[in-house]
């Protein structure tokens, strides 16, 4: 996962685990799909600009789901 070049030690671990939380928020609430290597590119990605706080990511992870599931609705990928 690429986090933002700035965060180190406690910060960047927290990051790590809101991008966690988000790919398996997604995960359960699309268990046809569940995870697809890349997700966590783009789920970085949506935190990264999502997040105004970065001491404390984790707050922001429930928005970043919110916009990742929006994307991924949008594209209709086939679940069969």
């Known amino acids: 996962t690429k986090a933002p070049a700035f965060l180190s030690g406690a910060a960047l ?3 790590h685990e809101a991008v966690r ?7 359960n609430h699309s268990p046809q799909i569940g995870y697809v290597q890349g997700m966590n ?8 600009n999502v997040c105004t706080d ?3 990511t984790s707050r922001w992870a429930e928005a ?12 209709k990928i086939d679940e069969h």
């Open 41 to 48: 590119m783009s789920a970085s990605a949506l935190l990264a």
């Open 64 to 75: 970043a789901f919110r916009f990742f599931l929006w994307i991924m609705n949008q594209t």
């Open 54 to 56: 970065f001491a404390h």
């Open 21 to 27: 939380q988000v790919l398996t928020a997604y995960s």
């Open 13 to 15: 671990n927290e990051y």
